[in-house]
């Protein structure tokens, strides 16, 4: 049978993001307490998603309606990004504990003659930038500069910060280089390579002048300040592997999550404490003191992409919400 990574990925994102919306806003004890042991979580029954999946599912959308349209381009994906972020904010399903920068961004992004760089919240690097990324990493055909402009495209809708911007280039990286075949153990040091050598590069055709928002002397500054911070959280990242018990709460050595590159470095500890086990990788991402449902969907995604659909379990995956949806996109994408 076929991997289908594409649906992996988004079955685990969605699942990740069910299991741990409920421990949201808990700490460890308070979770424990609540669930039992972290090793025996439970789906709930009626498994519901946050904002992340919502956004996520947006996200794909609006990446498939560019694509069938033609190449893939800056103004073939603003159009519909903006479409779909303008919906969701409009949905009455929006009632997700969605995300302050999110909403305000959207809000604004309601007014079409408004340049969405002028709606971009410059000063936020908060993790709704990059929990929804995963889809620019799972579409097949898209060249390196495709992928990584539109990565960062879609974070700067709303979250024009550099470090937002750089986590979400980084993130829908990973989900690509697992979807290939890469192997855990090398993902960390590949992570940091693609960011030294992306430093100072600032993808004018898919960012206009948004770093002319923010007080920086010139892009390449601007650019910078997000891949050093990146580099900072994937240097602790990589003791993190190598020194951490996965008993202890993964926040307690790469952050809470609820900024961008700290969402992603400890989704990713969550999955390469676990790289063969997806379901207990989940549950130690749920079981955290920070942003839970951020870190295990993003965790999720890391571990689908790499294990394929059949890394989740059959009685999960049936009852999880807008699932006809997520196996929409992933069929897509994996045929």
């Known amino acids: 049978m076929p991997r289908q990574p594409a649906t992996g990925a988004l079955l685990g994102l969605a699942l990740g993001d069910a299991l741990g919306f409920p421990t949201e806003f808990n700490d460890v004890p308070s979770i424990l307490a609540k669930c039992g042991p972290w090793r025996e979580m439970e789906l709930p029954k009626r498994a519901f998603v946050s904002d992340d999946t919502q956004m996520t599912l947006a996200v ?9 349209r033609a190449d893939l381009t800056p103004r073939g994906l603003e159009g519909p990004l903006r479409a779909e972020f303008v919906e969701w904010y409009r949905s009455p399903e929006n009632n997700r504990a969605p995300g302050g920068t999110c909403l305000r961004a959207c809000e604004l992004l309601t007014d079409r003659h408004r340049a969405w760089q002028d709606a971009s919240r ?5 993790c709704g930038a990059n929990m929804r990324v995963a889809p620019i990493g799972l579409a097949p055909g898209l060249s390196g500069e495709q992928r990584a402009g539109a990565a960062q495209l879609q974070a700067a809708l709303t979250h024009g910060h550099p470090t937002a911007l750089a986590a979400s280039d980084l993130t829908a990286h990973a989900v690509h280089l697992l979807a290939r075949g890469a192997e855990p153990a090398g993902l960390v040091g590949r992570l940091r390579s693609y960011a030294l050598e992306h430093r100072t590069y600032y993808h004018h055709a898919w960012l206009g002048d948004l770093w002319t928002r923010a007080q920086y002397p010139g892009p390449e500054q601007f650019t910078a300040r997000g891949w050093d ?18 008993e ?9 999550g609820w900024i961008a590159e700290e969402a992603l470095a400890t989704g990713l500890l969550c999955f390469l404490l676990f790289p063969d ?3 207990t990788a989940l549950r130690r991402a ?5 942003d839970s449902d951020s870190i295990a969907c993003l965790t999720g995604a890391f571990a689908g992409a790499r294990l394929g659909a059949g890394a989740w379990p059959a009685d999960w995956t049936e009852r999880i919400e807008h699932r006809g949806d997520l196996l929409a996109l992933g069929t897509l994408w994996d045929a």
């Open 229 to 246: 911070e990146c580099l900072e959280i994937l240097g602790r990242l990589q003791e993190a592997v190598r020194t951490v018990s996965p």
């Open 60 to 68: 794909g959308r609006a990446l498939r309606t560019a694509v069938e």
């Open 286 to 290: 749920a079981c955290t003191a920070g």
């Open 248 to 256: 202890t709460d993964p926040c307690l050595a790469t952050g809470e």
């Open 277 to 279: 086990e997806p379901v």
């Open 122 to 126: 410059t000063g936020s690097k908060g």
